[in-house]
């Protein structure tokens, strides 16, 4: 059994500590978890009573090294590890905007995987874009697969700019989910529903639409149109959207994301 240790077991960090241990890919006795903050501190030694809680960045740093902590919070993590991994360690970084080259350097190693995962990791349905490092051996590859598929679906990527692309595409994504959620659930209030009943119409609705997107991996499209019957209530529903309007909305929305995240790989905080 491997020892994990997390740098920033805030919500991603500590969901993927309890993932991996509630499997049991890793036992809570070879869990290590450092947090800076002590309200968390003791938040986690109630969830993780077996594992090894710090408030401090421990001298020796080894075996498997997820690091969590924000991007603006990198240069400081990065530093104060310089010198302390094991040089057989495989470090695995879920720190957005922060690049291979920029974690090698700053760590002074280089079996680095960088990764973008998203909050669905809380219930195990993440979705994770992840490269591997040029000192990464094919085993530790499969590692990582295996780790990551813990927490959902994953793909290897062999263009970093890609992690860029996932982080305004699939990590920021369950937020552009919620904003529409929230549109449609204030709909359903407006014609009547209470709020409860609103949130599950709309949740139960949503899941069966991806279900049914996800078995048939139907054209969005037809998919559309076999909802839709001439003259019908979809119809009317959908006819005076302004769909080319929408459209530009998003994209601009997902491009600015895009940006963003650039601007981080560039050390613009």
């Given at each position: 059994m491997r020892?994990?240790?997390?740098?920033?077991?805030?919500?991603?960090?500590?969901?993927?500590?309890r993932a991996l241990t509630d499997t049991g890919f890793i036992r809570?006795?070879?869990?290590?978890l450092v947090e800076k903050r002590p309200e968390r501190v003791e938040n986690l030694q109630r969830q993780f009573p077996s594992a090894d809680i710090q408030?401090?960045?421990?001298d020796d740093v080894r075996d498997v090294v997820f690091l969590t902590v924000k991007p603006q919070?990198?240069?400081?993590?990065?530093?104060?590890?310089?010198?302390?991994?094991?040089?057989?360690a495989l470090v695995v970084s879920g720190m957005a905007g922060v690049l291979l080259e920029d974690l090698q350097r700053g760590l002074g190693h280089v079996r680095v995987v960088r990764v973008m995962t998203n909050t669905p990791l809380v219930v195990r349905q993440a979705f994770s874009?992840?490269?591997?490092?040029?000192?990464?051996?094919?085993?530790?590859k499969?590692?990582?697969?295996?780790?990551?598929?813990?927490?959902g679906k994953e793909e290897e990527v062999t263009d970093e700019n890609l992690l860029d692309v996932a982080t305004a595409v699939s990590g920021s994504g369950p937020a552009y989910f919620f904003t529409f959620f929230q549109a449609l659930v204030d709909a359903a209030e407006s014609l009547g529903l209470s709020r409860v009943q609103a949130e599950q119409w709309v949740r139960w609705t949503a899941l069966g639409a991806v279900h049914l997107w996800e078995d048939e991996k139907g054209d969005l499209q037809d998919m559309i149109q076999r909802v839709m019957s001439r003259g019908g209530t979809t119809e009317a529903a959908l006819k005076d959207l302004p769909h080319d309007e929408l459209h530009r909305m998003w994209k601009e929305a997902m491009c600015r994301a895009y940006a963003?995240?650039?601007?981080?790989?560039r050390g613009q905080s």
């Open positions: 020892h994990l240790t997390i740098f920033g077991a805030g919500t991603i960090g500590g969901a993927i500590a809570e006795d070879s869990l290590t408030s401090e960045y421990p919070d990198a240069g400081e993590l990065l530093k104060a590890l310089n010198g302390r991994v094991d040089e057989q874009v992840w490269i591997a490092g040029s000192g990464i051996r094919e085993e530790e499969r590692f990582v697969r295996d780790l990551l598929s813990v927490l963003r995240v650039q601007e981080l790989s």
